[in-house]
């Protein structure tokens, strides 16, 4: 079956811009994760959704970013006046067990570069 | 104080050899899970193995085994009879809490190297 994807793949931006960046989960998974890996360093937690609502977002480094999952599928990150800082891969994640292991299965991210 | 402390930026080993990766976590809860993923230069990260903190046995998945040792806080990652695929970026993650739909803290990650 189709796994997590996330559009687009790549992402040049200018400094002060707004951007989207898009995640499919795999389909039925409830749990839907946003990180951000920057370079040489390992994923950091942004926010998670269990359905439509953000359980946690105490990762989001301030307020101009912010995500939704209106229907409990897709979601979307979306960053407003970008700055060079944001620059980073943003990885999409997706689980379905409550229990167990709840293994997340990553999406292949999106490189974001903010000139 | 870190949560996941990998210790080795890179290593290297030769094709056939068995390896590991270090591992220590830093975690009050009496219940979590440890994960490792591996990140290949294609930039997807890819499970490998699980073990969760009240497993009395050491997990094993094929050529990867967790060794476990709950009291030093370590949870080493052990590759045997590495390939030239093997070589890829490793980061071990913990979940933290009661098993569930829950974030994972990762730590920074090492380079390992398969050497023909």
């Known amino acids: 079956g189709a796994g997590v994807s996330q559009t687009p793949s790549n992402k040049v931006t200018e400094k002060g811009k707004y951007v989207e960046l898009r995640c499919d989960p795999i389909?039925?998974?409830?749990?839907l994760y946003w990180y951000r890996q920057s370079l040489g360093q390992g994923p950091e937690f942004l926010i998670y959704?269990?359905?439509?609502?953000?359980?946690?977002d105490s990762g989001l480094p301030n307020d101009r970013f912010f995500a939704v999952r209106p229907e409990g599928s897709v979601s979307t990150l979306k960053i407003q006046r970008t700055e060079r800082g944001d620059s980073a891969v943003y990885l999409c994640?997706?689980?379905?067990?409550?229990?167990?292991?709840?293994?997340?299965?990553f999406g292949p991210g999106t490189r974001l570069t903010v000139l | 104080a870190q949560k996941i402390t990998q210790t080795q930026p890179g290593m290297f080993v030769q094709e056939k050899e068995a390896v590991t990766l270090d591992c220590t976590y830093d975690t009050s809860d009496q219940s979590y899970g440890l994960f490792w993923y591996k990140q290949p230069s294609s930039g997807e990260m890819i499970f490998l193995i699980y073990q969760g903190s009240y497993d009395e046995q050491n997990a094993t998945e094929g050529r990867y085994s967790l060794n476990f040792q709950k009291a030093r806080k370590s949870a080493n990652l052990v590759i045997s009879a590495s390939q030239l695929g093997d070589s890829a970026m490793y980061f071990c993650?913990?979940?933290?809490?009661?098993?569930?739909?829950?974030?994972?803290?990762f730590g920074k990650g090492t380079r390992l190297s398969v050497i023909a």
């Open positions: 994640a997706s689980s379905l067990r409550r229990t167990g292991n709840n293994e997340q299965f």
């Open positions: 993650a913990m979940r933290e809490g009661r098993p569930g739909n829950t974030p994972l803290v």
């Open positions: 959704f269990q359905g439509t609502g953000a359980a946690d």
């Open positions: 389909s039925g998974h409830t749990a």
